[in-house]
Structure formats: structure tokens, C-alpha cells
């Protein structure tokens, strides 16, 4: 493990995002980790990450040369993205990551794969308009009547839904079938699915408390 924190950990990718996006997950995460070209990001924001990990395939050398060398964790393989080898090395209890959306879908699509295959890290992927995360096995956060509320599976998965429009009960779920997006809390909502595969999309207005609720959720699924 290259990063070990009892506290949450804020992650910059090379993605597009605004300064707004990185202090708030600065405000939540008290260390920085930065993953590949994410270091670059962060210098230009002022900002010095407590570690960089990646393949480095996309950080120019003037950059690499300005690091501490006990801060830069190189993992050569080929076969995982930065953001892949980023959750694999870190311990947090959560983890709140910036710069994963945006410009290539495939990007996105591939951050969203890896949210599912390290079930076992609790991670925010923040964008401008949205926050998405793995739902634990059960889950109560207290959304505001109104909200949206998008369920995306990347698996075949079920569940049980108290708080949203429309239930989810007796619903199979899978990617290429009945999906959840656009729901809508009627007040707080209370989730629990059978799987790790269901993401939870909410407006970013709601990181905060998606972080605290996160944190304070003690059911979670195992490695």
C-alpha cells in the first residue's frame, strides 16, 4: 500500500475540472494524491500532492523533475488505468476523486468500471454537475424532497428502495436491460442491493453530505 490515511483522501486526475471541484474535495480529503497527470493539474492550482502514482506516461519531465523522489510511486504496467492504480494503493476510509469526467467518454466509462471492481474502496467521483459512487450494500442519506436520484447497474443486481418516486423493489437491474436513472427522492432516502454494482448518481450540490454519509455507513462490501 503507497498511501495509508485514517482520514479521507482528496485524488486529481488529468481530466478537465474548475478550481471549485479540486477545493472541495480538498476540504473533505486532508491528504492529496495525485494520479499520473494529475500532478501537473495540481501544480497549476499551486497545489504540491503528497504522492503521485501512475505510469507517467503523461507527465512531462520538467514536471517529474520538480517532485520529491519519495513521492513518486511508478507502477509500469500497462493493463489498469492511473485511477485503477490509484485505488488499488490507497487506504482511506474514503476516498474523493476530481478530474475523472469530462473530456473522453471512454475515460469516464473506464472510471465507472473501476468504481465497481475495487467494491471494497469508498470513493466520490465529482464532476461539475454530479457525484457519483458504489452503493454500499445498504445505504441512508437524507436528500432533500426533489432531488435526483440516478441508479446506473454495471451488473445484474436487485434491491429494496424507501424514499424515491418510483421503488426499485422486484426490479433486475442490468446494464443492457431495466435501468433507474432519473429517480427522484420523495425525502430521505433509505437503499440496500444485493451486489456491488449498482452506482448512485446525485447532483454535486450534495457532495458533502454523500461524504458524510459514506463515512458513517458501516455496512460495506469485502475485498
Same mark, same amino acid.
Given at each position: 500500500?503507497?498511501?495509508? &490515511? *485514517?482520514?479521507?483522501?482528496?485524488?486529481?486526475?488529468?481530466?478537465?475540472?474548475?478550481?471549485?471541484?479540486?477545493? !472541495?474535495?480538498? !476540504?473533505?480529503?486532508?491528504?492529496?494524491?495525485?494520479?499520473?497527470?494529475?500532478?501537473?493539474?495540481?501544480?497549476?492550482?499551486? /497545489?504540491?500532492?503528497? +504522492?503521485?502514482?501512475?505510469?507517467?506516461?503523461? *507527465?512531462?519531465? #520538467?514536471?517529474?523533475?520538480? %517532485?520529491? #523522489?519519495?513521492?513518486?510511486?511508478?507502477?509500469?504496467?500497462?493493463?489498469?488505468?492511473?485511477?485503477?492504480?490509484?485505488?488499488?494503493?490507497?487506504?482511506?476510509?474514503?476516498?474523493?476523486?476530481?478530474? %475523472? $469526467?469530462?473530456? !473522453?467518454?471512454?475515460?469516464?466509462? +473506464?472510471? /465507472?468500471?473501476?468504481?465497481?471492481?475495487?467494491?471494497? #474502496? !469508498?470513493?466520490?467521483?465529482?464532476?461539475?454537475?454530479?457525484?457519483?459512487? /458504489?452503493?454500499?450494500?445498504?445505504?441512508?442519506?437524507?436528500?432533500?424532497?426533489? $432531488?435526483?436520484?440516478?441508479? %446506473?447497474?454495471?451488473?445484474?443486481?436487485?434491491?429494496?428502495? &424507501?424514499?424515491?418516486?418510483?421503488?426499485? +423493489?422486484?426490479?433486475?437491474?442490468?446494464?443492457?436491460?431495466?435501468?433507474?436513472?432519473?429517480?427522484?427522492?420523495?425525502?430521505?432516502?433509505? *437503499?440496500?442491493?444485493?451486489?456491488? #454494482?449498482?452506482?448512485?448518481?446525485?447532483?454535486?450540490?450534495?457532495?458533502?453530505?454523500?461524504?458524510?454519509?459514506?463515512?458513517?455507513?458501516? +455496512?460495506?462490501?469485502?475485498?
Amino acid at each position: 500500500m503507497i498511501v495509508y &490515511e *485514517l482520514n479521507p483522501v482528496a485524488l486529481v486526475g488529468a481530466g478537465p475540472l474548475n478550481k471549485i471541484e479540486l477545493d !472541495r474535495a480538498l !476540504r473533505i480529503g486532508s491528504c492529496l494524491v495525485a494520479a499520473d497527470g494529475g500532478a501537473e493539474t495540481a501544480i497549476n492550482h499551486d /497545489l504540491v500532492p503528497d +504522492a503521485v502514482i501512475g505510469d507517467f506516461d503523461s *507527465l512531462p519531465d #520538467k514536471i517529474l523533475s520538480s %517532485f520529491p #523522489k519519495d513521492r513518486l510511486h511508478r507502477i509500469e504496467e500497462q493493463d489498469s488505468t492511473d485511477f485503477d492504480k490509484c485505488l488499488r494503493n490507497i487506504h482511506s476510509p474514503l476516498i474523493v476523486a476530481v478530474g %475523472f $469526467t469530462g473530456a !473522453r467518454m471512454d475515460h469516464q466509462l +473506464a472510471a /465507472l468500471n473501476t468504481l465497481v471492481r475495487h467494491s471494497d #474502496k !469508498r470513493c466520490i467521483l465529482l464532476g461539475p454537475s454530479d457525484a457519483v459512487f /458504489l452503493v454500499p450494500p445498504s445505504i441512508e442519506i437524507d436528500l432533500p424532497k426533489g $432531488t435526483t436520484v440516478s441508479l %446506473f447497474p454495471m451488473g445484474a443486481v436487485e434491491g429494496h428502495s &424507501e424514499g424515491l418516486r418510483w421503488p426499485i +423493489a422486484g426490479i433486475c437491474f442490468t446494464p443492457d436491460g431495466r435501468i433507474g436513472t432519473s429517480n427522484e427522492a420523495t425525502g430521505p432516502v433509505s *437503499l440496500s442491493v444485493t451486489a456491488p #454494482k449498482m452506482l448512485m448518481t446525485v447532483p454535486a450540490e450534495f457532495l458533502e453530505l454523500t461524504a458524510e454519509t459514506l463515512r458513517g455507513t458501516k +455496512a460495506r462490501w469485502s475485498s
